[in-house]
Every structure is written in structure tokens, then in C-alpha cells.
């Protein structure tokens, strides 16, 4: 695979979702390998707990990732670079991420691997304020939603990567509405109303980062 062409017309530029991006069987690596880390590996915040891979994958670091990270790779999406980053965060059922920005640090392409569950990936206008950081309200306008299916891989680009801010709401289930901007690009098809519980989802977000060694990641999907 050496381009991308599964573009989601139904949202701001610029999506791109491929449904059973891994196979059930590479699902069950990921989270066989994210689960035997060793505990010193996982950091722990208030809603998740993450594990950072950064630099260059080597022996004793992110091997066991350097099949996804070159698949991804293949798809041309960091101009002419390779991603080099992996930050894995695990979200438990009624777990999510509040609305906010990767910023400027990161090469302005981000790429997410879901495994073990579903989720919905919601986007919302920011509101700029006078020194030109994006806050969020709870009145902030809902402009898109993505569908995240287990196994899936969805890119953001341009404003849908610099401009909106993304969330994972803290949920227990997703209830399908039929406007998910992806519903046509899912691997399956859902109906109106139907409901998907959550279970422990485990995200790989790959990136190019410029200055790993000096970058504190923070942020996940």
C-alpha cells in the first residue's frame, strides 16, 4: 500500500478512514504487547493511562511496532518522512479525552489505530481568544463525528488536524445517529439507533515528530 484514496467527503478537510487497516490477528499483538509492558512504561492521567514509544525503533524499544509504523509509512502522509513516534493510550469503558489541539510540534498529520473497541472521534469549533489559544465550551458547535472501529485507521490533515478540536466522550456506549461522517467508509453497515458498547480500547497514534527527545507528549485519540 503506497497511497491513500479512502478521503470522508462528509466532514472539513481532510479525512481519510480505512476500515480493517490490521487484521484480528495484529489486534491481538498490539494488545497482548501494550498489556505485558511493564508497569514502569505506563504513565497515569486522570481519565486514561498512556505509554510513550518515541525515536528511532530499535531492539530493546518499539520493535515489536515498526510493522504498523511502516505500513503507515507507505501511505506517503508525513512529506517524504517516516513516523517515528507512537503514544499508546488505553481507554476504559466510560473514559474519553476533553476537546483540545496537538499543536505545533508535531509534523501536521496525525494517524490512529484502534483496537479492542469502538469509539466516536467528535469535532468542534474553538473559540480564539485575544493571544490566539482555542478553548472549549460546552455550547461549542459539533461540526463532525467519526465512527472508530476496531481495527480501523483514520488520518487528519489540514484544518481537521490545526483548526478543530477532537474528542472522545466519556461514555459507557455510542449510539449510532446516521450522521457519522464516515458511516459509508465503516466496514460493516449500521442502523440508525443502534447501539455499541464500549469495551478497553487501546489506540496507536503514529506520528512524525520532529525533536522526539525534547517533546513531552500529553494528548492521544
Known sequence: MDSINNLITKAPPTVYYIP???????????????NGAPKPKWTQLSHRRLQNWGGIPHPRGMI???VFTERVGKLNLFG?????????NEYLPGQGIMPHLDGPLFYPTV????????????FFEPRADNDNSSHFEESAQQIASLLLERRSLVVLQDDMYTKYLHSIAEVHSDTIQGTEANLQQCGIHYEVGTVLQRGTRISL?????????????????
Open 64 to 66: 515489536w511496532l515498526t
Open 20 to 34: 480493517n487497516f490490521i487484521t484480528e490477528e495484529e489486534e491481538k499483538r498490539i494488545i497482548d504487547q501494550v
Open 111 to 122: 494517524t490512529t489505530i484502534s483496537c479492542g473497541s469502538n469509539a466516536k472521534l467528535e
Open 205 to 221: 497514534t503514529i506520528r512524525h515528530v520532529p525533536h522526539t527527545s525534547k517533546l513531552q507528549i500529553r494528548l492521544g485519540r
Open 80 to 88: 517524504g518522512k517516516q513516523p517515528n513516534h507512537v503514544l499508546v
